[in-house]
T-cell receptor, first 115, second 112 residues
Framework: NAGVTQTPKFQVLKTGQSMTLQCAQD?????MYWYRQDPGMGLRLIYY???????DKGEVPNGYNVSRLNKREFSLRLESAAPSQTSVYFC??????????????FGDGTRLSIL | GQQLNQSPQSMFIQEGEDVSMNCTSS?????WLWYKQEPGEGPVLLIA?????ELTSNGRLTAQFGITRKDSFLNISASIPSDVGIYFC????????????FGGGTRLMVKP
């Protein structure tokens, strides 16, 4: 019963490097999300996908791109990493309808450090 | 953007005590959600509230949607050590494209 699976769990990058964070859910949910969490702050939405083939910017999208590869997978890409992107990244999913735009299930996060 | 203020920021209580925390906003919300996050894990949804005045329980947890629609409260009765974690509120206003806004969290520590 995996739920939302994120890879990798930890990553250290140098400024300017690129990388893709992977996320997959096995609950047949329509909506998927990428959040970042910084110390002492709540979660901030980076991007949202209401369904396969659609993506929308959230509160802090600059410096990120996303791809909703299929219904299960939603990836987050940093093209040129910056120290300000050091954070813990969470992927989440939810059903359609009432739960659209309200994340129900979160992954365990990817801890990303950029030097 | 919208801001949510959670208080207290942290609490250190004795096992068995009741806990109260709240979340306030300058804006009206139509939905309030409460999540718990344990160290090294993602948030877990605890309770969802959709109607002003609504009171909903989940075991020892009870949450209320404030009648002004600008606040919400979470109470935990008879706390136990496994209640330790960070509790986040999140609010959502009506309207197309409106996403959740998260509060900064209340860190709960329980002394056995």
């Amino acid at each position: 019963n995996a739920g939302v699976t994120q890879t990798p769990k930890f990553q250290v990058l140098k400024t300017g490097q690129s990388m893709t964070l992977q996320c997959a859910q096995d609950m047949n949910h329509n909506s998927m999300y990428w959040y970042r969490q910084d110390p002492g702050m709540g979660l901030r939405l980076i991007y949202y996908s209401a369904s396969e083939g659609t993506t929308d910017k959230g509160e802090v999208p600059n410096g990120y791109n996303v791809s909703r590869l299929n219904k299960r997978e939603f990836s987050l890409r940093l093209e040129s990493a910056a120290p300000s992107q050091t954070s813990v990244y969470f992927c989440a999913s939810s059903e359609a309808g009432t739960w659209s735009r309200q994340p129900q299930h979160f992954g365990d996060g990817t801890r990303l450090s950029i030097l | 953007g919208q801001q949510l203020n959670q208080s207290p920021q942290s609490m250190f209580i004795q096992e068995g005590e009741d806990v109260s925390m709240n979340c306030t906003s300058s804006s009206i919300f139509n939905t309030w959600l409460w999540y718990k996050q344990e160290p090294g894990e993602g948030p877990v949804l605890l309770i969802a509230l959709y109607k002003a005045g609504e009171l909903t329980s989940n075991g020892r947890l009870t949450a209320q949607f404030g009648i002004t629609r600008k606040d919400s409260f979470l109470n935990i009765s008879a706390s136990i050590p496994s209640d330790v974690g960070i509790y986040f509120c999140a609010g959502q206003s009506r309207g197309a494209g409106n996403m959740l806004t998260f509060g900064g969290g209340t860190r709960l520590m329980v002394k056995p």
